[in-house]
């Protein structure tokens, strides 16, 4: 079922034919209901076929274009299903577990117990929240240090009980504020990526929204790591960086497009394993729809992980992310031929 519109439903510029498209075909549906009792429906029946293909002929279209702005938009709709959605679709069962048994319960990030058809799994999931009240106590997806104390715990645990993990990253980038700093923010976040790294037991993580700064990679560092069509990840967000290189957040369209953070970006440059297709206009149009391409995404790679041996699971990780940021370039000076160049400088 599409997700559900509302009349404060938000509408990206760039949308604007599809949803004039749409209510032509909305109105030609409703002459169509209204006929039906009496005459003939034969030519309007044709006429609503042929809107229908070319309403997903322009919906390709449009999607298949976006800009890099465009998709840090998408990326956050408000309708866009949020991990807690994706809990209800995905999981035949679903057991949340909560604390950092130090500070306390971090809303921001979900844990728990899952079961993926017949695979059970440790889930973590970073939570924005639907409503202001929601998003208040989610602190708008940004993790404070027990957030991520609390998904350390629970990769430790499905570590000892030899549970695959997934993480679903959804978060401009973690709490920013002096409480998070003063317990400890970026410790324990360097923390987490040390232990990722050797945990011993599969990982897969996906980029379901935003994938933003160590926020994101605080529980980001798997064994295959996949990202929605239309999201992005990066290691600062686009108004951030607009700030920082020109001095206002209001060029970060120009930030977005230099960041070359997008799903097809990050493919092409092997930081991530795989793009996960969405559903004709987004993810945000059919939270049922993208909600089981998820799964199969889920349930494919954990069971192509579970029969790796452990041992060669860790070596093929630390390849991974060891091999991430080398490039070659045919045209620079070897070492030898720089130390030989510099030599014949100083002379």
Known sequence: MPAMRSP????????APIYEMEQRLVDMEAQYAKNRAGGDNSKIGDQIRRLRRELATLKREIYSQLDPWQTVQVSRHPQRPQTRDYIDLIFDQFLELHGDRAVGDDHAIVTGLGYLDDVKV???????GKNLAERTACHFGCAHPEGYRKALLKMRFAEKFGLPIVTFIDTPGAYPGISAEE????????????????????????????GGSGGALGIGIGDHLGMLEHTYYSVISPEGCATILWKGAEHAPKAAAALKFTSR????????????????????????????????FLLRNIRKLVSVPRDELMDRRYAKYRKIGVFLDDAAPTLAEAALNGHASAV
């Open 265 to 296: 970006d990050l493919l092409r440059f092997g930081i991530i394993d795989e793009v996960v297709p969405e559903p004709l206009g987004g993810a945000h149009r059919d939270h049922a729809e993208m909600a089981a391409g998820l799964k199969q």
């Open 183 to 210: 317990r400890g923010q970026a410790a324990i976040i360097a923390e987490s990526l040390m232990e990722m790294s050797g945990i011993k037991t599969p990982i897969v993580c996906v980029v379901i929204g935003e």
């Open 122 to 128: 440790m889930f973590i999931g970073h939570q924005k």
């Open 8 to 15: 404060h439903e938000q509408r990206l510029p760039f949308e």
